[in-house]
């Protein structure tokens, strides 16, 4: 069947006319509520809308920067009007984009411009984190009263999303993950109420936002306890490049350490890499040793005792706690963000949180350290495999009680992050990245039991992840979607991995 050039054209213009018409309307309505918004055809809203991650190209509908939560309530209230979805970015580092909607034409509510504050009482220990606080400036300022809590390594993450889906770091077996520290949080709703959700009040929300926090409403405070830092604290960092085998013996030496009596204080991981060349990977074993300097070497030298091969080079370092926050956090050692702008790149991330009750087999090890040596070599893509050790007897994290709060995987021995991104850190991505990158994971899964049961971390988000629904909340879904329809029946807060009505 032909088709009618010049109608199809004047069609065209109809709908772009009719979208611009829309788009300055909702505009007109923020605007009118003395919203600060950019809408777009305005020269800031490439910036403003810019992802984090440049594989994607999403246009929102208008970029807004409340002051506070009452004006949220409006965005929202605005946002039924005009029928669109809302979503929070608080340090908009979302993996596959759901701070900009992870589709085309939500409402983004920003709250890193303005929702900045931290209060800190002495007396009960505790603090008060508006939701537009990045990870960086939330070290600085608790480790000024001597405090602490657990958290990621990136100065530039947001604790909106952060706490919400997790929160893991270096200090997390020792003081849990960020969302196991929340004690309150205050919440605008989707029917524009502001709420606050706590153990005592708004219980099931409470359970809900930490967990899967974005699906239900938007964050502009959290509550925490708060831990007081060690005396001291050692980073170090041992790096070998190895055969695929000898790679394979010290994952599983790695492995079986983990899943000995580790000091609480004792957070690590395996940075793995691409080697010298064909056949060969590239191990570093790096972290930090919250406990006095005088007993490191107590510490590492059963793990590093077991590998028979010498670091070709390795790096300890002792001092205090906010030092190792920095020393990890960014390659100048800067934790403040404010008005230091942010790195962007095009990249794919999977992730696997490794049983403890079912540990690797040798022969997955093998498996993926062969992978990682041969196929690593020639990919078109740079890469590296964080095997963060999550658990083991006594870890905090896994101490929590499943039915705690909402984040479904606690059972958890290793948390391992597939990263892959382009040379030029500009897209696109190629077909064979992601094909490298699914292979690293098909790797270990092919070759461990068919039971086995890993899942998957909702903070290292993933668009082409199957079952995703399982693999981020387990056995918590159902209530999820029963939470879902009764806090958020429109679904105003949809992104693509949020949580689906029933």
């Known amino acids: 069947m032909g088709i009618n050039v010049r109608l199809f054209r004047a069609s065209l213009l109809i709908i772009a006319w009719f979208t611009y018409c829309v788009a300055g309307d909702l505009v007109s309505d923020l605007k009118a509520k003395g919203i600060e918004v950019v809408g777009p055809g305005q020269s800031s809203f490439g910036s403003v809308s810019a992802p984090f991650n440049r594989r994607f190209t999403f246009q929102p509908a208008a970029v807004t920067f409340p002051k506070k ?51 800190v009482n002495t007396q009960s220990n505790t603090a008060v984190i508006e939701t537009g606080n990045r ?167 059963p793990l590093l005792g077991k590998i028979s091969q010498k670091p070709q080079t390795q790096q300890v370092q002792s001092g205090t706690y906010i030092d190792s926050v920095a020393f990890f956090g960014d390659k100048d050692g800067k934790l403040n963000t404010t008005g230091i702008p942010d790195d962007h790149s095009a990249f794919y991330v999977k992730s696997l949180l490794t049983p403890e009750g079912q540990p690797m087999t040798q022969s997955s090890q093998r498996a993926f350290m062969e992978y990682l040596a041969n196929e690593g070599i020639t990919s078109r893509i740079s890469w590296f495999v964080e095997v963060e050790e999550w658990g083991g007897p006594g870890s905090i994290v896994n101490a929590v009680p499943l039915d705690e709060t909402a984040f479904a995987n606690r059972d958890v021995l290793f ?47 993933d668009d082409r992840l199957q079952n995703w629904q399982h693999l981020y909340f387990g056995q918590h879904y159902d209530r999820l979607q029963r939470l879902k329809g009764a806090v958020d029946p429109g679904d105003m807060f949809k992104f693509p991995t949020s949580i689906e009505k029933k």
């Open 69 to 119: 939560p009452e004006e949220i309530s409006n965005i929202i209230q605005i946002a039924t009007k005009y029928q669109k979805h809302v979503v929070a970015r608080s340090g908009g580092h979302s993996y596959i984009a759901n701070g900009i909607g992870g589709q085309n034409g939500a409402i983004i509510i920003d709250v890193n411009k303005h929702f900045t504050h931290i209060q």
């Open 135 to 301: 990870l960086g400036d939330i070290a600085l300022a608790l480790n000024s009263y001597g405090r602490g809590i657990g958290h990621g390594t990136c100065p530039y993450v947001g604790i909106g999303g952060h706490a919400s889906f997790g929160g893991f770091g270096y200090a997390s077996r020792l003081w849990g993950m960020a969302l196991d520290a929340i004690t309150s949080m205050n919440v605008v709703l989707a029917n524009g109420t502001i709420v606050t959700a706590s153990k005592t009040n708004n219980s099931e929300l409470f359970w809900g936002m930490r967990g899967a926090g974005p699906s239900f409403g938007i964050t502009t405070s959290i509550t925490v306890k708060t831990f007081p830092v060690p005396p001291s604290a050692t980073v170090f960092l041992y790096t070998w490049d190895l055969p695929a085998a000898s790679a394979s013996n010290v994952l599983d030496i790695y492995q079986t350490f983990s899943l000995g009596k580790v000091p609480l204080g004792f957070g690590s991981e395996l940075l793995l890499s691409k080697g010298n060349k064909k056949g060969r990977v590239s191990v570093t074993l790096q972290g930090v040793w919250f406990g006095s300097a005088k007993t490191f070497n107590g510490v590492i030298t």
């Open 415 to 461: 948390l391992i992050q597939f990263y892959g991104n382009t040379f030029s850190d500009e897209p696109p991505f190629p077909q064979s990245g992601f094909t490298f990158v699914d292979g690293m994971v098909e790797s270990i899964l092919n070759n461990n039991p068919t039971d086995w049961s890993y899942s998957a971390y909702p903070n290292y988000l």
